[in-house]
Nanobody
Framework: QVQLMESGGGLVQPGGSLRLSCAAS????????MGWYRQAPGKQRELVAT??????????DYADSVKGRFTISRDNALNTVYLQMNSLKPEDTAVYYC?????????????WGQGIQVTVSS
């Protein structure tokens, strides 16, 4: 069974930084795209950043609201994706979810982590 486990959330002051990690575990053949979504209270879940593997190159993409402040990266050897969040704003407060497109038992499907809280407040 494939699982995604997030870590690194918490409370930070405006202008501060946090680094989220998400590790995939279980039995699978390969991981294609990985990414982060977030959901603030009373709002729909939205895409934050994705990183897609193409050959030996990773291709990151970001929501406009986080460009220049957040950086997504992955360690393929550890099956882990990271989200470095700098210059955090109160509007970044949300539950952050890891997402990955994983090939397991011959089937490509998307998996979700259980979510981790990020709170930006003074």
């Amino acid at each position: 069974q494939v699982q995604l486990m997030e870590s690194g959330g918490g409370l930070v002051q405006p202008g501060g930084s946090l680094r989220l990690s998400c590790a995939a575990s279980g039995s699978f053949s390969s991981i294609n795209a990985m990414g982060w979504y977030r959901q603030a209270p009373g709002k729909q879940r939205e895409l934050v950043a994705t990183i897609t593997r193409g050959g030996s190159t990773d291709y990151p993409d970001y929501a406009d609201s986080v460009k220049g402040r957040f950086t997504i990266s992955r360690d393929n050897a550890l099956n882990t994706v990271y989200l470095q969040m700098n210059s955090l704003k109160p509007e970044d407060t949300a539950v952050y979810y890891c997402n990955a497109k994983i090939l397991s038992t011959g089937v490509n499907r998307r998996y979700w982590g259980q979510g981790i809280q990020v709170t930006v407040s003074s």
